[in-house]
């Protein structure tokens, strides 16, 4: 930057342009700093795997490769600073899973078959560093090339996983152990949430419709629905059993749907309650985003109220809907997690299994498929909004 | 043909229209002017029952509006407002032919008719149909504003303060794109504005409302030489009002026929104004008419309609 100005002929750099071009400087290249003095403390001073004796024991710390992990950090700090720092992020995600894989196949040698290799601290905080630091690489990259490098991570990770690379980790072989529970676990969890959704929005639209409508009612309403989202998840499901059993007792047919206490139908009752603050408010916010203006001129040239809501204002504060409906979208798969609890089923149901057996790999697999849903819906979201944004 | 028959309209304890009968005729272009809060925008939007009045009658075409179904009576009605309130997810193309779509009308029809507002309207830039209202300056946005209303040819238009937000060179030219179509259509305008300038420049008549009442009713060169009273003589100009009259008079009606002059020669339908405008820039009392004939200075001054 000094040998540009010096180029131009303007002399010596004024010490206030210097400042701001050091500072700025410093605030591109913070968080790549930050990220690998974590990462580098992380490969030094924690565990990278643990080794335990059955699935159920936790395990002892293995170590030995904290110099590659310095080298490793060290690269991907210089690299940060220069264009090369997003293939060094990439690269870093990818390799160490496969380190940790190599390293588990390597301990697993002349150990018991129950011996279980799991994923450790140190791993984890690394791993998460990686992808931060892949995050904020890709920050003034255009999408095409964002969506590429995420993109080779998660296809390397599934391919790699597929021809068996991890299978020595005990996160894989829970996995593997668990799959058919797995994958109904997984079709129940999205299940609920798309009825949920599709509940919600059945009637959070109208309900939205009318708040807007009639402001001071809707007032009233939202403040209803905030008080509902107050009452604690796990509140909420025990309160709901009581109703919802008598409900059943008194009307048989309802039971027969296979209503009751427990189970889908008060799951999916309360997960709606909780979305359709967020349906409602974002309505309401839709339908603000239309001009005063262009709602007069509709009318005046004779647009019924059904031709205005269709033609303008759906349209218009269709944008804001479907950001609403993102956040209404991973806010349920978060929350269905707790509905196993009242035996809903889903993705919460490994993670309490897994709690009340002290299995940590199975807590894990949970967390991390429920982590994996949530991105995923707010992915498919985002898509939705990049494909009807320009134009609503 | 639009009637006010005794009517009246108050928001709450405030009274902004008091028992007003008004009549504009078919084929007249009648400027409501006043200042704001005077009434005269509620006033228009009692037409098309965008504000329903509490006592008296609004007739179109000797039909109690109150009686016709809302929507067909404003998709009968043109409008056009300040505001313009095109639908930003929509084309110009599009938005002009809103009312029409509306209506029904077959889409070879619509097309036929976009294109005709557009030339019409001087939106003839290459590929405008298509564009969306937002990459449009605001004189743009508001001649398709206009286009808009006058789409599926209504008989009777209704414009609040459509100039109002515009430059002056823009909204000239918009005033003398309105004023020749309302002339070559013969459509009933109704037109809301507080620059008294765009009153006299448009009007047939004008009515300026002062406090929900009607003042004065006149064409403006009642207005400006005959003020009924102190207050409408305040707002028309006091002997300020005599330089707009000059905007009001045309040079056709002052010049003498069998006369000549040098010079650069003046249209006959220009306006006194203008042809001072010329007088000065070329430092001479009289001017050549076009066709024949000369303007004088004194004749401006001295010689009335």
Known sequence: MGDASRENGTGPVAPRERRRAQSALLQQRLPVVVLCVIGLVAGLALPFLNIAPNRLLSGHASGGQQGVFALLWLVAAAAGGWRGGAVAAVLLALVLPLIAAVDATLLLHHKPPTTRIQLGAGFWVMWLAAALLLLDRLRHVRAGWRAVAWAVVVVSLVVGGWQGVFDDLALVREWQAQRGAFTDALASHVTLSLITLGVALTIGAPLGYLAWRARRAGGTLLSVLAFLQTIPSLALFALLIGPFAWLAREWPALAALGFGGTGAAPAVFALVLYALLPVVRYTVTGLDAVPADTREAARGLGMTRGQLLLRVQLPLGWPVLLAGLRIVAVQTIGLAAVAALIGAGGLGRFVFLGIGQGATDMVLLGTLAIIGLALAADLLFQAMMAATGRRA | ?305
């Open chain 2, 1 to 305: 043909m639009i009637e006010f028959d005794h009517v009246r309209k108050a928001f709450g304890d405030h009274v902004v229209i008091e028992d007003l009968s008004l009549r504009v005729e078919d084929g007249e272009f009648f400027v409501l002017v006043g200042p704001s809060g005077s009434g005269k925008s509620t006033l228009l939007r009692t037409v098309n029952r965008l504000v329903p009045i509490d006592g008296g009658r609004v007739l179109v075409d000797g039909q109690d509006v109150a009686t016709q179904p809302i929507e067909a009576l404003r998709r009968g009605i043109g409008y056009a407002i300040q505001s313009v309130g095109l639908f930003p997810h929509r084309t110009v193309a599009e938005n002009i032919a809103v009312v029409p779509r509306l209506l029904g009308w077959p889409e070879a029809e619509i097309d036929a008719r976009v294109a005709e507002l557009i030339a019409l309207l001087k939106l003839d830039e290459p590929g405008i149909a298509g564009r969306y209202p937002d990459t449009l300056s605001g004189g743009q946005a508001q001649r398709v504003g206009v286009a808009r209303a006058l789409a599926a040819r209504p008989k009777i238009v209704l414009m609040d303060e459509p100039f109002g937000a515009l430059d002056p060179l823009t909204r000239e030219s918009l005033q003398a794109s309105v004023k020749q179509i309302q002339r070559e259509t013969g459509t009933t305008m109704l037109f809301v504005t507080h620059d008294m300038d765009e009153a006299f420049r448009l009007g047939d008549r004008v009515a300026l409302m002062l406090d929900g009442r009607l003042a004065q009713v006149g064409t403006p060169l009642a207005l400006i030489r005959s003020p009924a009273d102190e207050r409408v003589n305040e707002f028309v100009g006091g002997t300020r009002a005599y330089l707009r009259e000059l905007a009001v008079r045309r040079v056709r009606d002052s010049m003498r026929r069998d006369e000549a002059a040098e010079g650069d020669a003046v249209s006959p339908d220009a306006t006194l104004q203008d042809a001072l405008g010329v007088m000065l820039a070329e430092r001479r009392e009289r001017l050549p008419v076009q066709g024949g004939g000369a303007i004088l200075l004194s004749d401006i001054v001295v010689r009335p309609r």
